[in-house]
Nanobody, 115 residues
Framework: QVQLVESGGGLVQAGGSLRLSCAGS????????MGWYRQAPGKQREVVAR???????IYLDSVKGRFTISRDNAKNTVYLQMNALKPEDTAVYYC?????????WGKGTLVTVSS
């Protein structure tokens, strides 16, 4: 059974930093595309960053230069380092694992950025 468990969310002031972690189990982590998505109140879920199994990464335009996705396949963990946080980054952040034939979601961790 695949499980993705996020941690690291919380309340932070604008301009601050947080590091999210997502620990996976029940999957061969290294062959999955791993991603971070977020959903703000009243808005649709959007992709924040993705890390492909080959090593490339992509980012939502509004977080480029502030957020960094990284992964440690040996630890089955993906991270999202978030710097220079803004109030508009407030959302529930979800970990996502994707491969042809299926995908999996974590339950999310709340990030609140106060102005």
């Amino acid at each position: 059974q695949v499980q993705l468990v996020e941690s690291g969310g919380g309340l932070v002031q604008a301009g601050g930093s947080l590091r999210l972690s997502c620990a996976g189990s029940g999957l061969i982590f290294s062959i999955f595309t791993m991603g971070w998505y977020r959903q703000a109140p009243g808005k649709q879920r959007e992709v924040v960053a993705r890390s492909f199994s080959g090593g490339s990464t992509i980012y939502l335009d509004s977080v480029k230069g502030r957020f960094t996705i990284s992964r440690d396949n040996a630890k089955n963990t993906v991270y999202l380092q978030m710097n220079a946080l803004k109030p508009e980054d407030t959302a529930v952040y979800y970990c996502h694992a994707e491969r042809r034939g299926g995908d999996y979601w974590g339950k999310g961790t709340l990030v609140t950025v106060s102005s």
